[in-house]
């Protein structure tokens, strides 16, 4: 069988190839017989960018399993995260939110593969380049979206909103917005202006969830396992990704602005769905926040 040409890159420089890491553990993660989510798409991603393309996306391409720091226990991390926040959305959907919007959506794949409300419509916000690459793997895949799929061109640190608008998105009408693995890599002031305009845009009704890391990060937790492994395997410096200036409290200024939040560590959903990381010494997950809110 002839091999299919590559598309071209989109996602191997700056923080893509944080979305192709989080692509291949839903890949590794789909084919487990006790998957927290499945996603047939994310396998495709990983072997379509050059930089990924030897990367493992099955759980025999992983010789030590769940022991293995950076497709073990990193990947369950994203594994978690992925099912609580699939949760979250569509128990915004069952309450009567019918629009979604993913910020940063990299290769998130939930327009496809999540059972929505017919008359749902799901934007997808990131980058040109990120988008384009990510449509030509699902037009070559003729993969069809479980609701209506509408991908946004925009970069996430600079002023979105009125491409978002211009896309179709209604401000009156309540929304489930999602800012999954993207506020770590903002810069301070890029973060504050995302935060103001879900605010500004977030009817009455509307829920956004979002992850947080506290920091910064002790000489111990930087040499954990799970970043040195990626340095070391993938050329992937997580840690030079995050943005090195002080986090602005994006929870307290939502609960000024009249929000609902709460706030959880990624092992609060490893008790409530029987699998997940555990806290260990020094722990690269133990800064991690999942915060969830509502208007």
Same mark, same amino acid.
């Given at each position: ?22 692509? &291949? ?8 017989p006790d998957a927290l989510a499945r996603d047939a798409h994310?396998?495709?991603f990983v072997r379509a960018a050059r930089s990924s393309a ?53 290769? #998130? ?9 017919? #008359? ?7 980058? %040109? ?10 037009? =070559?895949? $003729? ?40 506020? %770590? ?7 504050? =202006?995302? &935060?103001?305009?879900?605010?500004r845009l977030g009817a009455a009704g509307s829920t956004l ?36 200036? %002080?986090? *602005? ?16 560590? *990624? ?15 020094? $722990? ?12």
């Amino acid at each position: 069988m002839a091999t299919a040409a590559r598309p071209r890159a989109g996602v191997d420089e700056g923080v893509g190839p944080t979305a192709l890491m989080v692509a &291949a553990a839903r890949a590794i993660e789909t084919h487990r017989p006790d998957a927290l989510a499945r996603d047939a798409h994310a396998e495709h991603f990983v072997r379509a960018a050059r930089s990924s393309a030897h990367w493992p996306v099955h759980p025999r391409d992983v010789p030590d399993g769940e022991a293995d720091p950076l497709w073990g226990r990193l990947g369950r991390y994203f594994a978690l995260r992925t099912r609580a926040l699939d949760d979250q959305l569509l128990w915004s959907a069952h309450l009567g939110v019918r629009q979604v919007v993913l910020l940063g959506a990299g290769l #998130d794949t939930r327009a496809f593969r999540l059972d929505w409300p017919a #008359d749902l419509a799901v934007f997808e916000v990131d980058r %040109p380049e990120v988008l384009a690459f990510k449509q030509r793997v699902l037009d =070559r895949l $003729d993969a069809r979206p479980a609701a209506r799929r509408v991908p946004v061109a925009a970069d996430l640190r600079g002023d979105w909103a009125d491409a978002l608008t211009a896309a179709g998105f209604q401000p009156a009408e309540p929304t489930a917005w999602l800012a999954e693995g993207l506020l %770590p890599y903002l810069p301070a002031a890029a973060e504050q =202006r995302l &935060a103001a305009a879900v605010d500004r845009l977030g009817a009455a009704g509307s829920t956004l969830a979002y992850e947080a890391r506290l920091g910064p990060e002790s000489a111990a937790v930087r040499d954990s396992p799970v970043y040195t492994t990626a340095r070391e395997r993938l050329g992937v410096d997580l840690l030079a990704l995050f943005d090195a200036g %002080p986090r *602005p409290d994006t929870t307290a200024d939502l609960t000024a602005r009249g929000w609902s939040t709460t706030v959880h560590t *990624p092992f609060d959903f490893t008790r409530h769905y029987g699998r997940g990381p555990r806290p260990e010494p020094h $722990d690269a997950f133990a800064a991690d926040r999942w915060v969830f809110a509502t208007r």
